[in-house]
């Protein structure tokens, strides 16, 4: 990566898609939406009928679509979620692209989500080529400091081979551990959602597909997103039922 890219997850309309104003909206229509998904009704058809009768974008849709699960999904995935003090001394398995961009959103100061389910989400997307932005260093750096902190013993990045530039991040991840002598190593893989289904171990992701095969995983990004003492574009999408 020869320079640093614009920041991540940026829009220039979300201060308007997700204002004070529209949030009490979102959640009405993220509750509707995963009351459909609970009972066994299609997604792709549930999506448009929600997202016609709230007359969402296209950008809000994407939203209630990466933060909506059913009941079921919910309580699988709250049930396998390990707590802080459970990492101590344990090895971890990353899922380095989907930890990665959501703490550059957060540092670009893009909006951040908490969907259904608890997990932090961003709208952001690599699209097959992974670029570089001004804080991915500082991306790195915090996320190694707080495995630190949590006494994690190892921890395994994973990254899609596939997309573009996965190499030159993966040399990022190897220099920063050992500069910092944190005892991590990262791994190019053709598909990281089937290695991470398999492993033996503590699973740090939010993605959907892959929380649902994991027997344990861990919050990471939302350890990582309350460190930063000055982020504010964190918005619970969660009803109150929920």
């Given at each position: 990566m020869a320079h640093e890219r614009r920041h991540r997850g940026t829009h220039p309309e979300d201060a308007s898609f997700f204002s004070d104003q529209q949030i009490p909206k979102l959640r009405e229509a993220l509750s509707e939406y995963c009351w459909l998904l609970s009972r066994h009704y299609a997604t792709a058809s549930s999506l448009k009928l929600v997202g016609d009768k709230f007359q969402l974008s296209e950008r809000q849709r994407m939203l209630l679509m990466r933060s909506a699960c059913s009941d079921s999904q919910r309580t699988n995935r709250q049930t396998n979620q390990v707590d802080n003090h459970d990492l101590q001394g344990q090895q971890v398995f990353i899922d380095g692209f989907n930890l990665l961009i959501t703490i550059e959103s957060a540092l670009s100061d893009a909006y951040v989500f908490v969907g259904q389910d608890g997990c932090y989400r961003d709208l952001a997307s690599v699209h097959g080529t992974y670029k570089r932005v001004q804080e991915t260093l500082e991306a790195v750096n915090l996320t190694g400091r707080v495995l630190s902190?949590?006494?994690v013993e190892q921890a395994t990045w994973l990254l899609d081979k596939p997309v573009s530039n996965s190499?030159?991040?993966?040399?990022?991840?190897?220099e920063q551990a050992v500069r910092n002598s944190w005892n991590w190593h990262t791994e190019l893989h053709p598909n990281p959602d089937d290695e991470l289904s398999r492993v033996d171990g503590i699973v740090i992701s939010t993605d959907s597909v892959i929380l649902d095969s994991a027997k344990r995983w861990f919050h990471l990004n939302a350890c990582v997103i309350h460190q930063m003492t000055e982020f504010s574009r964190l918005?619970?999408?969660?009803?109150?039922?929920?």
């Open positions: 902190d949590l006494k190499g030159r991040l993966k040399q990022i991840l190897d918005v619970d999408l969660r009803s109150l039922t929920a």
